[in-house]
């Protein structure tokens, strides 16, 4: 099992629509867990922590399932600027390292 | 935006040559990443440093060394640079590894 794993996609949705990425991850001791996002040809930023209990930031839900290993993304009534490349992130609990996922890419189209 | 500067943001250079690049911080944090990402691949990590001296390898850290003498600078170099080694290369920091980390600009090396 790769150590942090997305569907890469692509991803191609209307304006409006409600889109769900998932990530699964191999390590059960790891303890943080994060959303990122990329612009063509830019930096990754933060888009949202992922909390155990969930967490929501306007049209941005992001769920952990420690059970199953996964975490997940809902993006609804998507805009044209959500169109990226989404990466999950994990800290495996290996000492100081993040561990990426290849990422995932949205188009959001007009 | 945090304050991490990498340098140079572009460069070219010859199969052979020596190559460093830099990552400046003023946010004072502990952690530095040196990761690169390729098509298909991801991002990497190449090395990483949890304070002045202390630098570890990454799962990509052949063909790769680091130095981190002060707190602020963590450079990168490539001592004998190969056309595989033609990426982009991002830095990377945050004050405690369970926690958000914060990107450079990103380097993009081409290796001639």
């Known amino acids: 099992r790769k150590e942090v794993e997305q569907d890469p996609g692509p991803f191609n949705v209307p304006e409006g629509a409600t889109v769900a990425f998932n990530c699964t991850y191999s390590?059960?001791?790891?303890?943080?867990f994060f959303w990122y996002r990329q612009d063509c040809r830019k930096e990754p930023k933060l888009l949202m922590s992922?909390?155990?209990s969930g967490n929501e930031d306007g049209r941005f839900t992001a769920q952990l399932n420690r059970a199953s290993q996964y975490i997940s993304l809902l993006i609804r009534d998507s805009k044209l600027s959500d169109s990226a490349t989404y990466l999950c992130v994990v800290n495996l609990g290996s000492n100081y390292k993040l561990t990426f996922g290849k990422g995932t890419l949205l188009t959001v189209n007009p | 935006d945090a304050g991490i500067t990498q340098s140079p943001r572009h460069k070219v250079t010859e199969t052979g040559t020596p190559v460093t690049l830099r990552c400046h911080q003023t946010?004072?944090?502990?952690?530095m990443y040196w990761y690169r990402q390729d098509p298909g691949h991801g991002l990497r990590l190449i090395h990483y440093?949890?304070?002045?001296?202390?630098?570890d390898k990454g799962e990509v850290s052949d063909g790769y060394s680091v130095s981190r003498s002060k707190t602020e600078d963590f450079l990168l170099t490539l001592e004998s640079a190969t056309s595989s080694q033609t990426s982009v290369y991002f830095c990377?920091?945050?004050?405690?590894?369970?926690?958000?980390?914060?990107f450079g600009q990103g380097t993009r090396l081409t290796v001639v």
């Open positions: 390590n059960s001791a790891s303890q943080s």
């Open positions: 946010e004072n944090h502990r952690y």
């Open positions: 990377a920091i945050n004050g405690d590894p369970n926690t958000e980390a914060f």
């Open positions: 440093s949890y304070g002045v001296k202390d630098t």
């Open positions: 992922v909390y155990s």
